[in-house]
C-alpha cells in the first residue's frame, strides 16, 4: 500500500462530508508521522462510526498508546466501555488528564460526585469549564445546596466563560438560592453576562424569578439592560396570571 500525503489523505476526509469510510481504510491512513491535526481528523472519522468505531481505537490505543486524538474520538463513540477505557486512564503522572476530563462530559450524569469535587479542586480554569461541562449533565440529580457548593468555589473568579456556563447551568431551576444567584449574575460589569442571567430569570416563571426581577428593575441603570427586564417581567407576568 502506497502511503498517502497529509494532502491526499485530507482530500479523501473532506470529501466524505456525512459517509462513513471503511474502517479498514481509515486505520490505514493513520501514522504517528502525520500531523496532529490530520490524525485527529481520521480519529474522529474513526469514533463517529460508534461501537465499531470504538474496537478499532481500542486497538490502535494498544498499538500507538493513549494519544490525545483517541481520546477526543472515544467521547465521539457513545459507548459505555468508552467511558471505562477513559475512567481507568484519569490520571497521568498522579495529575488528572485534562483531555480525559473533557472527554467524558457526555457521560456526566454518571460519574461521581468524588470525582467532580477533584475536577473543581484543581486550580485551572480548563478544569473548571470541564467540570461545569460535566455538571451540565449531573445538575438535575443534584441538591441546590450540593451543585452551589461546586459553583460557589469558583464564581468568585469572574471569567465570562465560566460565568456562562455557571447561568446555562443554573437556568433549568428554580428555587430561590439560585434566583437570588442569577440576581447577583444580573448586576454583572459584563453587559452579555448581565443580559443572559436576566433572560435566565424570564425563563423561570414562577415568584422566585419574578421577586428578582422586580428588585433588579429598581436597582439597574443601564437602559438597554432596563429594557430586557421589563420584557421579562412582562412575560414573566403572562405566565404568573395564567398559571
Same mark, same amino acid.
Given at each position: ?8 489523505? $485530507? ?14 481504510? $481509515? ?22 462510526? @460508534? ?20 481520546? @477526543? ?27 480525559? #476530563? ?8 454518571? #460519574? ?10 484543581? !486550580? ?10 460535566? $455538571? ?17 468555589? #469558583? ?10 456556563? #455557571? ?8 428555587? @430561590?438560592?439560585? !434566583? ?10 459584563? $453587559? ?35 429594557? !430586557? ?15
Amino acid at each position: 500500500l502506497m502511503s498517502k500525503s497529509e494532502s491526499e489523505i $485530507l482530500e479523501v476526509l473532506n470529501g466524505l462530508g456525512s459517509k462513513k469510510l471503511d474502517l479498514d481504510i $481509515l486505520f490505514s491512513y493513520y501514522s504517528l508521522k502525520l500531523s496532529f491535526e490530520i490524525r485527529k481528523v481520521i480519529a474522529e472519522k474513526i469514533g463517529m462510526q @460508534e461501537r465499531k468505531g470504538y474496537f478499532l481505537l481500542e486497538k490502535m490505543i494498544k498499538k500507538f498508546g493513549l494519544k490525545v486524538e483517541f481520546i @477526543e474520538a472515544l467521547k465521539l463513540t457513545n459507548e459505555k466501555d468508552a467511558k471505562d477505557l477513559l475512567l481507568k486512564n484519569l490520571y497521568q503522572n498522579n495529575k488528572l488528564n485534562i483531555h480525559i #476530563i473533557n472527554a467524558l462530559e457526555p457521560w456526566g450524569g454518571e #460519574i461521581e460526585l468524588t470525582l467532580i469535587r477533584e475536577i473543581f479542586d484543581i !486550580c485551572e480554569i480548563d478544569f473548571w469549564i470541564a467540570g461545569l461541562n460535566i $455538571l451540565h449533565f449531573k445538575a438535575h440529580q443534584l441538591t441546590d445546596e450540593i451543585l452551589l457548593s461546586f459553583i460557589d468555589q #469558583i464564581k468568585i473568579y469572574d471569567d465570562f466563560k465560566i460565568n456562562y456556563k #455557571i447561568i446555562s447551568i443554573l437556568k433549568r431551576r428554580e428555587s @430561590e438560592i439560585v !434566583c437570588k444567584l442569577l440576581y447577583e449574575y444580573s448586576l454583572n460589569k459584563e $453587559l452579555e453576562i448581565a443580559k443572559y442571567a436576566i433572560f435566565s430569570l424570564g425563563s423561570i416563571w414562577n415568584d422566585n424569578s419574578f421577586e428578582q426581577l422586580s428588585k433588579l428593575e429598581n436597582e439597574i441603570k443601564d437602559p438597554s439592560l432596563l429594557k !430586557c427586564i421589563k420584557n421579562q417581567k412582562l412575560i414573566s407576568n403572562q405566565f404568573l396570571i395564567n398559571k
